[in-house]
């Protein structure tokens, strides 16, 4: 405790000289704080001796659904929210969730973050930040509540296609071109849900039991990238306990960690409904407090909020004494510091809205994240040259997925389902009939966005079955469109989904089509790993994600092959719920209130090497039109003095007939290690071109970083001497080569 505190003590320090040399700037004819000129911290200074006791206090916490209020009497104006992730939320009342009415708040539809992370490639990141970065700043929003980096711990978890994967390393990669690209555009990212909010179960009532170890090796490493490398200027806490404390306010969380470890100077946001305790709100970390029941306890009163535990309850302990101005002010310093950034940026471009680019970049990002799980008998692609008829089967092919799921629902401009993207790229070259095969959620409304969809449906489950494989028989090939959804336990915030398996029945039109038709691809919709009991009568498995408004058009560019799929899983389809560590370990269970994190540092693919568990697709798998072999590993040094650097080098070549992407992995494995540690871990990824008979020369550098382990008892990172073996291939169970190296 001595050391953590000493660590705040002097990142404290160093802002406070910032800001007292910052403040000796040469006067300007007007306010400091109004003079662009002038750096930050000197403008945050400025208007930070000039605000009363109650606007510092109102500054720090909402004044409506997505907005907190800015100081009218110094010219300072008010901060304004926005969901999502995957595109700017529509307008909705001043005190209401529902919609606005407006006319001109449509946006475009990003894919998902799993598909973003799917695609393995930091490029896509920064087109994604670059692009709905714009959409925000068009739209006048000063923070963007994304991106989400939770790690994918249970496939059950609801939210888990708002997030980044099972792997810290590639969320890590992933986020920071997001955060860096988005804010160039003046808009804060707000990085989320601060921490350990890996399931919606009981989502405001459990604790989060884990080891210090686990914390920081999987689940805190996105969000110290996405704060240390990305610069991000806000964060929101998550719902969860931590140690007995909302994560929201958080002493160990927060100040120990995010404010004093990782020296972060941006604004701890609540998330909606997150704060819960005036005393710990105001000396454990939150400095904005945002969507609380609006009498700071149970209800939601209209406007009522001064009720917040941030608001009147605060003013009044700052007016009797009994809490400190000094940490108020620390508050409103950085709330300042990140209006410096957004609202009161007067350098900040114009942004965007729905235009050419970003459908564009819609398309190719989805384009590069849809994963191809398997292609027997190249039933893929679809060869237009000699098929004549298609047939398309399942609810999801016509079902739009922008709207639901919870905070990402979208109000879209145009979304592209499949079945409208398989008739543009066939266009009059096959013909294209359509069964439905089941029914699923026949809702197409949140929150007042309404999709405009008639998905009623009077046959039965045998019937639908029965004219899907008719249509089947008569057709040259079949693309079945199925998986999940957003509705409620199931793709969805506020629920997880009861079981692996696939709802609707949709297991039993799967198989039959399978015996009707060998020429038949499975596309996936969801964000989320399913059970695939029919894997093995299935020829070709495609996972299509939540890919946004041009979803149709991308799942088409690969199906008929203008897009050769490079997508790579970002985390692991297990055969059964149990050979996921959560579940072997009986550590999750929707109506405990203490879930303790028991498989440790072994999630994902940590936990199926471990345990020598087959997946039914591992972390990192995807396949191509073409083929990639890979020559023999090279290490620069065979031993290395702890502290330097060591390069691992693989050629690969394309050894197929068409151009393709291969995304090379890098895993280390610590061979003599103190304390038990993974087989192998992610540790370098590189996405490059290829075309056909071409050979890349991939490099891989190996800091002392990338070697380390924590150690919870000396509580911090270790290198020890010994041996490592790099393992470099395709997927985390398709390793192609492997070279060791001796640290000493």
């Not at 909402?62 to 926005?82: D, H, M, N």
Request: charged residues 25%; contains cysteine.
């Amino acid at each position: 405790m001595k050391m953590k505190l000493t660590a705040r003590f002097y990142v404290l320090l160093s802002l406070s000289a910032l800001a007292a040399s910052c403040c000796q700037a040469p006067k300007s004819e007007g306010p400091v704080y109004l003079d662009d000129s002038q750096p930050i911290e000197a403008r945050v200074e400025d208007a930070l001796s000039r605000m009363t006791l109650e606007e510092k206090v109102k500054i720090i916490h909402a004044q409506s659904k997505f907005s907190s209020a800015g100081v009218p009497r110094l010219g300072i104006p008010e901060l304004w929210t926005t969901d999502g992730p995957h595109g700017i939320r529509p307008e909705v009342l001043w005190d209401e969730w529902e919609q606005a009415g407006w006319t001109n708040d449509s946006c475009v539809a990003f894919p998902a973050l799993t598909c973003l992370a799917a695609t393995w490639n930091e490029d896509m990141s920064a087109l994604y930040g670059k692009s709905i970065g714009e959409e925000a700043r068009f739209r006048e929003k000063d923070i963007l509540l994304g991106p989400g980096v939770n790690i994918y711990r249970t496939p059950l978890n609801g939210r888990n296609f708002e997030y980044m994967g099972e792997d810290p390393y590639l969320a890590s990669r992933m986020v920071v071109p997001y955060v860096q690209e988005v804010q160039k555009n003046g808009v804060a990212v707000c990085v989320k849900h601060y921490a350990l909010n890996n399931q919606e179960a009981k989502r405001h009532e459990y604790d989060a039991i884990l080891s210090d170890r686990a914390l920081y090796e999987i689940y805190l490493p996105a969000f110290k990238a996405a704060v240390q490398e990305g610069g991000a200027w806000s964060i929101m806490g998550a719902y969860n306990f931590y140690k007995g404390q909302h994560a929201c306010h958080n002493e160990y969380l927060l100040n120990d960690i995010l404010k004093g470890e990782w020296g972060f100077d941006g604004v701890v946001i609540s998330d909606w409904g997150g704060t819960h305790d005036t005393d710990q709100a105001i000396t454990n970390g939150l400095d904005l407090e945002f969507g609380t029941w609006t009498d700071g306890l149970t209800m939601g009163a209209t406007n009522g909020y001064d009720a917040y535990y941030l608001a009147d309850p605060y003013l009044k302990k700052l007016r009797e004494g009994s809490a400190s101005e000094d940490i108020l002010n620390d508050k409103v310093r950085r709330v300042l510091r990140l209006m410096f950034r957004t609202s009161m940026n007067n350098d900040k471009p114009s942004g965007s809205l729905c235009s050419p680019e970003h459908y564009d970049a819609a398309r190719k990002i989805a384009g590069e994240g849809i994963v191809l799980l398997k292609n027997d008998n190249e039933v893929l692609p679809v060869d237009l040259a000699s098929v004549k008829k298609i047939a398309v089967i399942g609810e999801n092919a016509i079902k739009m997925m922008t709207v639901g799921g919870g905070s990402s629902s979208l109000k879209a401009q145009h979304e592209c389902i499949p079945l409208e993207g398989i008739m543009a790229a066939v266009g009059d070259k096959a013909e294209v009939v359509y069964e439905r095969g089941y029914v699923g959620d026949v809702s197409g409304n949140y929150n007042g966005v309404v999709t405009g969809q008639d998905l009623s449906e009077s046959r039965t489950e045998e019937q639908l079955i029965a004219d899907a494989v008719a249509a089947a028989k008569n057709a040259d090939v079949v693309l079945f469109f199925g998986g999940l959804n957003k509705a409620s336990h199931q793709d969805c915030e506020d629920s997880d989904r009861y079981h692996l398996e696939l709802p609707y029945a949709q297991d039993k039109v799967i198989e039959a089509l399978a015996e009707a038709n060998p020429n038949l691809a499975v596309v996936i919709i969801s964000g989320n790993a399913v059970a695939m009991p029919w894997v093995d009568k299935v020829n070709a498995i495609v996972e299509g994600w939540y890919s946004g408004s041009q979803m149709g058009h991308a799942i088409a560019d690969v199906l008929f092959g203008k897009v050769n799929p490079s997508g790579k899983l970002p985390f692991t389809f297990p055969v059964k719920l149990e050979d996921n560590g959560a579940h072997a370990l009986n550590a999750y269970d929707p109506q405990d209130l203490t879930v303790e994190y028991k498989e440790d540092i072994y999630v994902g693919y940590r936990w199926a090497d471990k345990q020598q568990i087959k997946p039914l697709f591992a972390f990192g798998h995807g396949l191509s039109y073409t083929e990639f072999t890979y020559g023999d590993a090279k290490v620069s040094k065979n031993s290395v003095k702890a502290g330097a650097d060591v390069s691992v080098s693989v050629d690969v070549t394309n050894t197929g007939k068409v151009a393709g992407k291969e995304v090379v992995q890098l895993y280390i494995g610590d061979e003599q290690s103190r304390l038990e540690r993974p087989v192998k871990e992610l540790k370098g990824f590189s996405k490059i071109a290829l075309e056909p008979g071409e050979t890349k020369t991939v490099t891989f550098s190996i800091d002392p970083e990338k070697l380390m382990y924590f150690d919870d008892e000396k509580h911090e990172w270790v290198l020890e001497d010994g041996k490592f073996t790099a393992y470099v291939g395709s997927a985390s169970d398709d390793i192609r080569t492997q070279v060791s190296f001796e640290v000493r």
